[in-house]
């Protein structure tokens, strides 16, 4: 059995999605790390101590751990901020290797873990596996980047990992397409769903038991509160709706994140007092994983508007839900979604276009059809299929020397 050293550096796996830093890198680690566990594989996770009351060493499950480590302040950072502190971070996590056995891999999760991991890999001879989870340069082409540095940084990783796991062939060639990276080192490893929460159920219950209206059409939205999820497309999707004489609310899951997320919160409430539809738009909380599944049930369609996406666990979690899904043409999206089957594709940033696929997917003589569908494909994606990859990719590097560079 192996034993793997996760870095999660800028967000615990154990922080709540879908606020601040915490999103889908959050669920991909914690949930990747329990299905290891489960193998019967060792997993420590080292993330950044944001918080002095968190233990030193947290206990998930049998086989799997979480660290925090001190590194800057014990306090919630800005992602500028969160830079200069990876080498404390790195040196903490090599004294930890030193004082108790080095792993048998690093798997590294975002650019600033990657930084970490690359580091400790020449430092201590351990194989590099990684997962950008984000990119610069496919940000920057679908939307904006933050720093030509990072972009630079990304490519140095992309040049010394040993491999680097893609959620889809689409992430794969942009891995090749943006940073020239070696064929033969990406790995696609697609991501999972815990099927035991997310799980098709009957919507009415679950519209009761949440303290719906059980009449409107509930659109849904679930994730962090910036641009890049494009969250205002799905509040101007609402206004068209009612604008057409649809009956239709939307419920928005999550807070702000990142430097432009207050403001998104702002526009947000802005916008929907000055469209009228104030009665019709539910602000909620982040939500944990059994209650998040909930609002899956109850909503005749979840909307995935972002601008860039490399996976979009969202819409897989609300597709073994057996909710439809409108989504953005980006990324993951594009393997997730098959059109008029689980949901539809829109390649345009149009509200009138993301209300028509709206109407189809809610419509009496399709909508039973593709929640069917939707469960099936979803059932393709479990997270120990997932582990059961990344555990033989480990034995595979452990066999063979680390590249140089």
Excluded at 252 to 258: A, N, Q, R, W
Aim: with cysteine; hydrophobic share 45%.
């Amino acid at each position: 059995m192996a034993r793997l050293c996760v870095l999660s550096y800028h967000t615990s796996p154990l922080a709540q999605p879908g606020t601040g830093d915490g999103g889908g890198m959050n669920v991909y680690v914690r949930e990747l790390s329990s299905a290891l566990a489960r193998l019967g594989h060792e997993v420590d996770v080292y993330t950044r101590r944001d918080n002095a009351r968190a233990r030193d060493v947290e206990a998930v499950e049998p086989g799997f751990r979480v660290h925090h480590v001190t590194a800057g302040p014990a306090a919630p950072l800005g992602r500028g901020e969160l830079a200069d502190h990876v080498r404390e971070f790195t040196d903490a996590v090599a004294t930890s290797f030193r004082s108790s056995g080095k792993p048998d891999a690093i798997h590294a999760n975002y650019w600033l873990s990657g930084l970490a991991g690359h580091r400790l890999k020449h430092e201590m001879n351990i194989p590099l596996i990684m997962t950008f989870h984000t990119l610069e340069r496919v940000k920057a082409d679908h939307f904006e980047g933050e720093s030509e540095e990072r972009a630079f940084q990304e490519a140095a990783i992309f040049a010394c990992a040993d491999a680097v796991l893609a959620s889809c062939e689409v992430e794969a060639e942009q891995f090749v397409r943006f940073y020239n990276a070696e064929r033969s080192r990406v790995h696609i490893v697609p991501l999972g769903v815990e099927h035991a929460f997310f799980a098709p159920g009957y919507r009415p219950q679950a519209r009761r038991a949440l303290g719906l209206d059980a009449d409107k059409t509930l659109l849904l939205f679930v994730g962090r509160l910036q641009a890049l999820k494009g969250v205002d497309l799905a509040l101007e999707t609402l206004i068209e709706l009612r604008a057409r004489g649809r009956n239709a609310m939307l419920a928005i899951i999550g807070g702000p994140s990142g430097a432009d997320g207050r403001n998104t919160l702002a526009q947000l409430h802005e916008r929907v007092a000055a469209a009228g539809v104030i009665e019709h738009v539910s602000f909620v909380a982040p939500q944990a994983h059994q209650l998040l599944s909930s609002w899956m049930r109850a909503a005749d369609v979840t909307l995935v508007p972002s601008r860039s996406e490399s996976f979009g666990l969202v819409a897989l979690e609300s597709s073994a839900c057996g909710t439809p899904v409108v989504a953005s043409e980006v990324g993951g999206l594009i393997t997730l979604i098959e059109p008029g089957v689980n949901g539809f594709l829109v390649p345009a940033r149009d509200p009138g276009a993301w209300a028509n696929a709206v109407e189809v997917a809610i419509d009496p003589a399709t909508t039973t059809a593709m929640s069917n569908s939707a469960v099936l494909l979803a059932r393709r994606y479990t997270w120990r299929s997932a582990a059961l990859s990344l555990a033989s990719l480990t034995d595979q590097l452990s066999l063979s020397g680390l590249v140089h560079c």
